[in-house]
Each structure stands twice: as structure tokens, then as C-alpha cells.
């Protein structure tokens, strides 16, 4: 039988969400999710969609830094590759979800064990 580890995935999360998980703001059920999954040490992939001007504010740069250092997975909503979280051109965002493909979470994802 397979299966699969509780990896929990944030698709797209905003500079708000960001600033709650870093710090342990469980207002919400998602973000409630969030903390737990952080102090429980779960991978956890994450897909920024930021604009330029809110990732220039300082708390994004201290944010992004903390909840990497927490085991986040940040995924490009622009390409899918796997690095900082970095932000999106302002105005843009129909484009990128309509070319977002969920394959790029999904291969950050750990493989199944079996029983």
C-alpha cells in the first residue's frame, strides 16, 4: 500500500500569507494549517505571487529568509524552478495563472513509501 507524506503546499501564497506564517500568526484555518505544519517540520512548498513593489518592502526579504530557514520550498509561479521566492511583475498576474503548471509543485513533492 502506498503512501504519501503530508506535505502541505501553498499555491499561490500572497506577501500577507508570508508575514503570517513567518510569524506564527494562525488567524485562519489555512494559516492555523500553515503554523502547525511549520512547527511540526513538515516539507512544505510554497508558491510566491508577489508583485516588485511589495517584495521591495523590507518584511518580505526578513519573512521569505525566516520561513526558508523553516523548510520551505519555494517554487517559481513564472517557470517552476525551485529557489528564492521572487516576485512577480505587477499587473501580470492572469498570465501566470493561466501559465502555471501544477506539475512544478507537484515534483517538489516526496515520492510514496510502500507497507
Given at each position: 500500500?502506498?503512501?504519501?507524506?503530508?506535505?502541505?503546499?501553498?499555491?499561490?501564497?500572497?506577501?500577507?500569507?508570508?508575514?503570517?506564517?513567518?510569524?506564527?500568526?494562525?488567524?485562519?484555518?489555512?494559516?492555523?494549517?500553515?503554523?502547525?505544519?511549520?512547527?511540526?517540520?513538515?516539507?512544505?512548498?510554497?508558491?510566491?505571487?508577489?508583485?516588485?513593489?511589495?517584495?521591495?518592502?523590507?518584511?518580505?526579504?526578513?519573512?521569505?529568509?525566516?520561513?526558508?530557514?523553516?523548510?520551505?520550498?519555494?517554487?517559481?509561479?513564472?517557470?517552476?524552478t525551485v529557489g528564492d521566492?521572487?516576485?512577480?511583475?505587477?499587473?501580470?498576474?492572469?498570465?501566470?495563472?493561466?501559465?502555471?503548471?501544477?506539475?512544478?509543485?507537484?515534483?517538489?513533492?516526496?515520492?510514496?513509501?510502500?507497507?
Open positions: 500500500m502506498l503512501r504519501w507524506p503530508l506535505v502541505p503546499r501553498t499555491v499561490p501564497i500572497t506577501f500577507n500569507s508570508v508575514g503570517k506564517a513567518a510569524n506564527g500568526i494562525a488567524d485562519t484555518l489555512a494559516h492555523s494549517a500553515m503554523a502547525e505544519a511549520l512547527g511540526e517540520g513538515l516539507p512544505f512548498v510554497a508558491v510566491s505571487m508577489v508583485n516588485q513593489y511589495l517584495a521591495g518592502n523590507p518584511a518580505w526579504a526578513q519573512n521569505t529568509k525566516h520561513l526558508t530557514a523553516a523548510g520551505v520550498t519555494w517554487v517559481s509561479v513564472v517557470d517552476g521566492a521572487r516576485p512577480v511583475q505587477s499587473g501580470t498576474g492572469s498570465a501566470l495563472v493561466e501559465a502555471f503548471d501544477p506539475a512544478w509543485v507537484s515534483r517538489q513533492l516526496p515520492s510514496p513509501s510502500t507497507d
